[in-house]
Each structure stands twice: as structure tokens, then as C-alpha cells.
């Protein structure tokens, strides 16, 4: 499945295309044009019963806590559930608002989260969304409509970040031990945030969801300029989550910052790899469809499936 890069649009030709929905519709099915079968980009198993082991059947499935008592290999068997259940975490907090190109940060989240959204409403799985900084801001239910596109891409058109300096802080672990206590179905949780924030509390909170059995998934996303640090003579840094400013020569902190940033990405990657999360650092200059592609191209080397 080897999507044709050339026909991958630069956020510039996203930026023309006004509402969510028509965005959505028009990166998924420009995406699958190119695929050469569409991919399902999850699904939901549950356990159905046990059978004798078999010569050739998957070790993996094999029960060893059954062979442990009995001294019989037995395969444990699932049942598909096709009605997957996914939850899009959307951070809307003031940070998210940052954007040298022709999207900022959050107006690409919103973007990839409401083309999964249609992507997976395609295929009949039940999907919904939650808007937050540092507090749920808005909620779409689980539905599997089609129509439903529509309602999340009005939720996140709502719902966008604060424009006043000091406000839409983010308390990105809260709302993620929140919304695994009140999820009691297991199911796919996708985050899109740029993780700016108390760093261990968003792990603790990643780290639950995974304990309660859901597929998590975060897509970091974050602007050129903050991963680069291009800036040159005298800067003013306005804070957004702050009410506070910084003027300075950006060349005396360019290494410092650099080596911030790397011990900030390490830290998130590692943890989401030590807690079988699948992670994702992207670019806001990035391609969005070609984002999109590469995660659905990983997600089926993986074997497309939820972990239970």
C-alpha cells in the first residue's frame, strides 16, 4: 500500500477549504485514491470461547494460564466486534493557537481529527469527540452515522482556542484520568495535543487508559518554529498560557532550548513506548494527508487491532 506522494496536499491548499467537513472528506478521499485497498484503522475484538490447540495455530492466542492447571494447550477465539469504539481527545487550550504557517496548531488537529473521524465513520465504526484544555469544553457521542461528521466538525469549529493571553491553560492529565474513569468500554482513545504541560501527569494519564485495555494513540503536533527555533535578533516571546513575556536574543537560548526540547520529546516518546502507546510527532508544515497515510500505513504493519 504505497500512497502517491504527489497527489499529498500542502496545508496551504487545506487552509482554501473553509469548513472541517469538506476538508475531511476531500484529504480521506484523495488518500484512498491512492491506496490500493482501504484500510480499516482499527478494530475491536472480543473473547468468544476456548479450542483445543491445533498444529499451526497462532502461539500468541494460546492461553498458558489454562495450560498451567490442565497440562492442555488450549487457543483462546474472538469475536469481531465491527463496530469499533474511538474517542478523538482534542486539545484546545491557548498554546494550541501558535502558527507561523498556513495552519496553526490547532486548525491542524482539528483538520486530522475530524478526516479520522470521517475515515473511520466510513467503515461503520462508532466514533466521538472530546474538546478540552483544562476542562471538557464540549463532547460529541459515540454515533456511527454518517451525518455525525458533521456534528464533530461543528464541535470542533466551536470550540477553538482562547485568544486572551492567561487563558485556556491546559490540564491535559486530568482530563485524561477523567475520561478513562468514565469509560468503561474498552475502545480507541486518540490524542491530538502538542503536550505542552505537566509532562509525568499526561503520562499517568495516558498510562491508565492503557491499563483499562483501550488503544491509545497520540499524535503530538507542533509548529516548525518551536521544534527549529529559527529566530534571529532581538525577540519578544509572548507567553499564551501565561500572562507574561520574554525579551531576549534568541541566539544566546537557541542551544539551550534545543537541548529542552530533545530531553521534553525523549521523555514523551520513551514513556509512550515503555506503555505501548503509539506515538506520533508531527509537523504543522507537514503534508496532513501525508501524516494521515503514514499513520494508517503503520497502524496495518502493526496488524491493525486494538491490544487486549
Not at 477549504?17 to 475491536?44: D, K, N, Q, T
Not at 480507541?188 to 483499562?212: E, I, K, N
Not at 483501550?214 to 518551536?226: A, K, N, R, W, Y
Not at 503509539?278 to 496532513?288: G, V
Request: charged content about 25%; aromatic content about 6%.
Amino acid at each position: 500500500m504505497t500512497p502517491d506522494s504527489k497527489r499529498f496536499l500542502h496545508p496551504e491548499a487545506i487552509r482554501r477549504i473553509g469548513r472541517l467537513e469538506i476538508r475531511a472528506r476531500h484529504i480521506v478521499e484523495g488518500l484512498l485514491s491512492g491506496m490500493h485497498r482501504s484500510p480499516y484503522f482499527g478494530r475491536s475484538v472480543e473473547f468468544l470461547q476456548h479450542r483445543q490447540y491445533a498444529p499451526g495455530d497462532d502461539l500468541r492466542h494460546v492461553d498458558w494460564k489454562v495450560w498451567a492447571k490442565q497440562d492442555r494447550l488450549y487457543v483462546k477465539q474472538f469475536e469481531e466486534d465491527t463496530n469499533m469504539r474511538c474517542t478523538l481527545l482534542v486539545d484546545v487550550s491557548s498554546s494550541m493557537r501558535y502558527g507561523s504557517g498556513p495552519l496553526d496548531k490547532y486548525e491542524y488537529a482539528a483538520t486530522a481529527a475530524v478526516s479520522l473521524a470521517y475515515l473511520l465513520l466510513r467503515h461503520h465504526d462508532a466514533v466521538a469527540c472530546v474538546a478540552y484544555d483544562q476542562m471538557i469544553r464540549a463532547r460529541t457521542p459515540l454515533r456511527s452515522t454518517a451525518k455525525h461528521l458533521n456534528s464533530i466538525a461543528q464541535t470542533l469549529d466551536s470550540q477553538r482556542p482562547h485568544q486572551t493571553r492567561g487563558e485556556g491553560k491546559t490540564d491535559t492529565g486530568t482530563i485524561l484520568r477523567d475520561i478513562a474513569n468514565n469509560s468503561p468500554r474498552r475502545g480507541m482513545m486518540v490524542l491530538f495535543s502538542d503536550l505542552l504541560g505537566d509532562v509525568p501527569a499526561t503520562m499517568r494519564g495516558l498510562r491508565l487508559l492503557r491499563q483499562q485495555g483501550h488503544d491509545v494513540m497520540v499524535l503530538q503536533i507542533l509548529d516548525d518554529d518551536e521544534i527549529d527555533f529559527p529566530f534571529e535578533g532581538p525577540t519578544r516571546f509572548e507567553g499564551l498560557e501565561l500572562p507574561r513575556h520574554l525579551k531576549c536574543n534568541p541566539r544566546a537560548l537557541r542551544e539551550d532550548y534545543l537541548q529542552a526540547l530533545a530531553a521534553f520529546l525523549t521523555k514523551i516518546r520513551r514513556g509512550c513506548a515503555h506503555d505501548g502507546i503509539d506515538y506520533s510527532l508531527i509537523r504543522t508544515s507537514e503534508p496532513l494527508d501525508a501524516a494521515l497515510a503514514a499513520l494508517v500505513t503503520r497502524r496495518m504493519a502493526k496488524g491493525v487491532g486494538s491490544r487486549q
